[in-house]
Each structure stands twice: as C-alpha cells, then as structure tokens.
C-alpha cells in the first residue's frame, strides 16, 4: 500500500506552532472586537459560478488556481479562493446590508498554486469587510486597525504600508485604453503572462514581476494621468488623515491588486522578511461588487491577511508567545497517591483555570514520573508517594526556574498548596 501522505501544499499545523497561530488569532478577535467589528462564519464550498463573477474570469484565481468539482447532483462547487465573495453573498442573502456594516471572518481558504515558503494551496486568511460607507475615513479606519494589529503582535518595524488609487470604473477604462495602446507597440518583449494579459485584463501587466516588463512599464502612461476628480480628492484626504494618526506609508503607483472587483484605495502591507512571498496583508475598495452579485448599490472596502505569512513573520521575529506544554505535572506512586493527587490536582484546576497541569497516567516508580516530568517541560512537579499520603502532605519539586526563580524541593501540608503553586506561578 502506498504511504498515505497530506496533499502537496496542504499542511498540518503541528503542537510546536500552534501557540503562534492562536497568539495572532485571539489578537486580531481582541483588536477587531475594540473597533466595533462582528464575526461572521461563512461556507468553505460555494457555487463556482459566485467567484467567477465576483473575482473575474481572466484572473489568475479563476483561470487557473479554483479546487472546482461537480457536486453528486452535477453543480458545479469551488472550494473558496477567499472570503470576500462569499461575504458579500451572505449579507446581500440574509438581508445585513439596510445599516452599515462591519464584519470579519477567518478560515481556510483554497487555490491550485506552486506550492513554497508562504504559498500553499490550503492557506488561511482573516477578512475584514465593511459595508455601505463609501469616504476615505472609512478606508482610514481599517488601516488604522491594521497597524494597531502590527502594534499587538509586536510587528510594526517589519511591515510597510503600500498605498494607491486605481479610480473609477471610468477612469480605469480610458486608462486601460492608453496603457494597451502603448504595450502594443512592445508586445515581444512583454512576458509570456503580460502578453496574454494584454487584451483580457492589462491592468494586471502592472504588477508582473518580470524584470523586462517592469522596464517597459517605466515609459509606459501612468494611472495618475487618468484619474477622476473624485477618486484623487478621496485619496489624499486618506492620505491626510493616516498622517493624522501617524500612519507612515508610501505610494505605489504600481499596486493594481489582482481581483477585478477593486476601486479607488488599494493597500498592501508588506515585509522584505520573507523573500518573494512579502505582501502579509491587502485590501481596498470595491463599492461596485455588492450591486454586481444582485444586491442594492452599496458601497464597500476591506482586506484579507494571510495567516501563515504572519505566523512566519512572529517566528521570525521571535515574538514570544504562551508556548505550548504545561506549568505543573503531578506525579503519584501507588494507588491511594493516585487517588489523593486527583482530587487535589482537580481542586487546584477548578481554583486557577489557567494553570496548565499534567496528571502522569499509566503509573511507574517514582523516578520514571520523575523523569517524565522533567521532559514534559513543566515548571514544577508535585508529588505524592507514599510518605506523603501517611502525612497527608505533598512534595513540590522545582524542575526549571519560573520567573527567574528556582524554588528548593519542600514537603509542605495540602492545605498550603494552593498558596504554594500561586508563590510559584504569580503573573
Ligand atoms: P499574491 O500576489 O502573493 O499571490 P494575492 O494578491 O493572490 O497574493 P490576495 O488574494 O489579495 O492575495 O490575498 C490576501 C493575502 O492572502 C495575501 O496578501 C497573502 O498574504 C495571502 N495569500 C494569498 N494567497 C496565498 C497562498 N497561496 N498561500 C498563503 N497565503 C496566501
Ligand atoms: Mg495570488
């Protein structure tokens, strides 16, 4: 029989990490909750056709990374590629959208891609969307929530803001327009990728990372030159009150995004910390996508971090973490030991529900729990044996210093013991 491996580019998010991931989920559930944001949970699977007329049908997305399959009836699902589109479907199908909105979600998400450092094909996101106020101090607000996160995870040195406006649906059309007509007089020498772009959706060229194309790009007309009166007054006001709030960022006139449905503001975040996979987090408007999938005109921003680029970056930076393991193991030679130390290790978790403990199962002398203790990475042993349950007391054994301090082994009563572990574990 063949060995049963994971799927290439889906993996398992082993003991070691997962401090790291619930450490960035229970920040980003804390920082969105203190800006007023709700959580909605949404479907995996949706109707493929969703996706194709939310994300667009010449996008890398659709074209070529959808996991899409005919459900046992014939209809055609797709494991979702992000979260935005499902989003605006719920809230369009359950009625959320007569008041504004501001919502978030997290989950897997699903694309065929090359697998390699921060790309997989089953990756996580947290979206964030908000619905029905269409001026940049809206546009503002998530940013400021972004760099609030940053703040929290201890992040903020490590990631830039990169900002721009793509305009209107107008203004990009007479843009698109002219940039078409100046790459049709380079077309050889665009990439493979940029030249099939050319016609169905140019304004993805822009963000080729082909070295040749970008220099092509550097004569080519500018976004800037073609944008609507509207779209550049809300720009630099955004700008004006991210100054405000001392948000730093820096203009790309280059940053397009890739789905179809943005307008106006777009942003990335971005880190030089991880080689080519460096956005961490992007965004931006798209007040025309809630009309476009059968809902009234609404207006609409948001954006979609990538969790495990996050968690590369935390581990990278070391951030500290409540690492996995426990604070106490409990070991107890002989069957009235047992008995005496699970009551007491009960009482003791009943009293201080954050204390991590670990009651040795499978019994062994004393100096097999002993060392099944130390390797269980515990700060302290407490240990019942026979001495003990004649007293009625309780050993407490040091096997690593807890906040820079190493307590001496003592024998004390049961009824000092809780005084005894909160000596140890005072936070
Ligand atoms: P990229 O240019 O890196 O492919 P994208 O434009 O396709 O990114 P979005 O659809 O905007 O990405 O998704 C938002 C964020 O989700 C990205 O900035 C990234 O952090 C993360 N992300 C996207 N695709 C993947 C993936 N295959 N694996 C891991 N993270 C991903
Ligand atoms: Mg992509």
Same mark, same amino acid.
């Given at each position: ?14 003991? =070691?990490?997962?401090?790291?991931? +619930?450490?960035?989920?229970? %920040? ?42 005919? @459900?046992?009836?014939?209809? !055609? ?15 369009? *199908? ?27 094909? +089953? ?10 106020? /269409?001026?940049? =101090?809206? &546009? ?10 940053? *703040? ?21 059309? /007479? ?19 940029? *030249? ?15 070295? @040749? ?19 550049? /007054?809300?720009?630099? *006001? ?33 880190? !030089? ?13 798209? =007040? ?46 002989? &069957? ?6 699970? /009551? ?16 040795? %199962? ?11 203790? &130390?390797?269980?990475?515990?700060? $302290? ?12 007391? $309780? %050993? ?32």
């Amino acid at each position: 029989m063949s060995e049963l491996r994971a799927i290439r580019g889906m993996h398992d998010i082993l003991p =070691d990490e997962t401090p790291y991931w +619930q450490f960035l989920e229970n %920040t980003v559930a804390t920082v969105l909750a203190s800006y007023g944001y709700n959580e909605i949970r949404l479907p995996v699977v949706e109707k493929t056709a969703l996706f194709k007329r939310s994300i667009g049908e010449v996008t890398d997305i659709v074209e070529k990374e959808m996991y899409t399959f005919d @459900d046992r009836n014939g209809d !055609s699902m797709t494991l979702r590629p992000e979260g935005t589109a499902g989003c605006v479907r719920a809230a369009i *199908q359950q009625n959320l959208l007569s008041t504004a909105r501001r919502l978030w979600y997290t989950g897997p998400m699903f694309r065929y891609e090359r697998p390699q450092k921060g790309r997989q094909r +089953q990756f996580h996101q947290v979206g964030v969307e908000s619905f029905g106020v /269409a001026t940049p =101090d809206m &546009d503002a607000e998530l940013i400021l929530m972004c760099a609030r996160l940053w *703040q929290q995870l201890g992040l903020t040195d490590c990631v830039e803001l990169q900002l721009n406006t793509i305009g209107s649906v107008q203004a990009r059309g /007479a843009y698109r327009a002219a940039l078409v007509e100046y790459l049709q007089g380079h077309v050889e020498a665009l990439d493979e990728d940029s *030249q099939r772009r050319l016609l169905a959706n140019p304004l993805r060229i822009l963000d080729s990372k082909n070295a @040749d194309t970008q220099a092509i790009l550097d004569d080519a007309p500018g976004l800037e030159d073609f944008l609507d009166e509207e779209a550049r /007054a809300d720009f630099s *006001q955004l700008g004006e009150l991210l100054q405000v709030a001392g948000v730093n960022f820096v203009v790309n006139r280059r940053l397009v995004r890739g789905l179809d449905y943005y307008n106006k503001t777009v942003f990335e975040w971005v880190t !030089s910390k991880l080689g080519a996979q460096g956005t961490v987090c992007a965004g931006g408007r798209y =007040d025309g996508l809630v009309q476009q999938l059968g809902g009234k005109a609404t207006p609409a921003v948001g954006f979609a971090m990538g969790m495990e680029r996050l968690v590369l970056l935390l581990q990278e930076e070391k951030v500290a973490t409540n690492g996995p393991g426990i604070d106490v193991y409990a070991v107890a030679v002989g &069957d009235e030991a047992y008995r005496m130390a699970l /009551a007491a290790v009960e009482r003791i978790r009943g009293a201080n529900p954050k204390l991590r403990i670990m009651q040795n %199962t499978g019994g062994g002398s004393l100096k097999s729990q002993i060392k099944k203790a &130390d390797k269980s990475g515990a700060h $302290v042993a407490l240990i019942w044996a026979e001495d003990e349950v004649a007293a009625g007391s $309780v %050993t407490v054994k040091s096997l690593r210093e807890s906040n820079g301090e190493r307590i001496e082994q003592r024998t004390i009563a049961m009824g000092e013991l809780e005084q005894a572990l909160r000596g140890v574990f005072a936070h």
